[in-house]
């Protein structure tokens, strides 16, 4: 999979990839990360990005001819599966999602800033556009953070134990159940007996029940969603 992230601040994004699950795919020839500096397709010498919006109003607009310019330059060098733009009244991010972007192998991922990006770039050039989250990020880099993290990690052959990924919280909609390591006893608070058995289909009964109670309690909302 390869993800070109179009950004105003590339220096926000060196790091994110260049730990743990992230940064072993990119070792293991799996994913693909390339940060473009938006201001390399700047109007002028001075690396003019943005302007004024028609019709007046506080907050500037990120202009249509240095984005243009910029994914025009990267589709003539090969094909996308989705144009994304990163915006909080995008499509909001969940598992199912990724889990199915994860099939694709192409992604330019377009970071917003200020009071966002000309509407006809949106018409023209984007087409997929995604949210994190009900709140408002100083802009989409973080929130591309979020979305290489969730996509890589479902690359197959990223994770060691290939089973993993599936028994994330949000996999079969139910929240992880509770997880216990060594000691057994922890400032008088035991592990819970049944794990401590041996008797595996009994722990994957708990484990289930103990998922169902917690979705219950804290993301009923999650239970019916269909
Ligand atoms: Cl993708 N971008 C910004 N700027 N804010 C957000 C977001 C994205 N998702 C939630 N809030």
């Known amino acids: 999979m390869r993800i070109d992230i179009i950004t105003v601040l590339p220096e926000l994004l ?3 990839f260049q730990h743990s699950i992230i940064k072993r795919a ?4 799996l994913l693909e990360v390339n940060l473009i500096s938006l201001r390399d397709f700047a ?7 943005d302007d004024y ?19 025009d330059k990267l589709e003539g060098e090969r094909d996308y599966d989705e144009v994304i733009y990163m915006t909080p009244d995008g499509s909001p ?48 880099e973080l929130a591309a953070a979020v979305f290489v993290d969730a996509i890589g990690r479902l690359l197959p052959g990223v994770l060691n134990d290939e089973t993993s990924a599936l028994s994330d919280s949000f996999q079969d909609n139910l929240l992880s159940p509770p997880v216990y390591t060594r000691p057994e006893n922890f400032r008088g608070l035991n592990v819970p007996e ?5 008797h595996e289909a009994k722990i994957q009964e708990w484990r289930h029940t103990q998922a169902l ?9 999650l239970l ?3």
Do not use: W
């Open 224 to 226: 019916e969603e269909e």
């Open 194 to 198: 049944i794990l401590l058995s041996g």
């Open 213 to 221: 109670e917690r979705t219950q309690c804290r993301r009923p909302d």
């Open 14 to 16: 060196e790091s994110p």
């Open 43 to 49: 109007v002028n010498k001075y690396g003019t990005i």
């Open 53 to 71: 919006q028609y019709g007046g109003g506080a907050g500037m607009v990120m202009m249509c001819e240095p984005i243009a310019n910029c994914i």
């Open 93 to 140: 991010m969940n598992q199912q999602m990724m889990n199915s972007l994860s099939l694709r192998s192409n992604f330019i991922i377009l970071c917003g800033h200020y009071k966002g990006i000309d509407e006809r770039i949106r018409e023209l050039y984007i087409t997929k556009e995604i949210s994190i989250g009900d709140y408002v990020l100083s802009g989409g």
């Open 26 to 29: 990119q070792q293991k020839g």
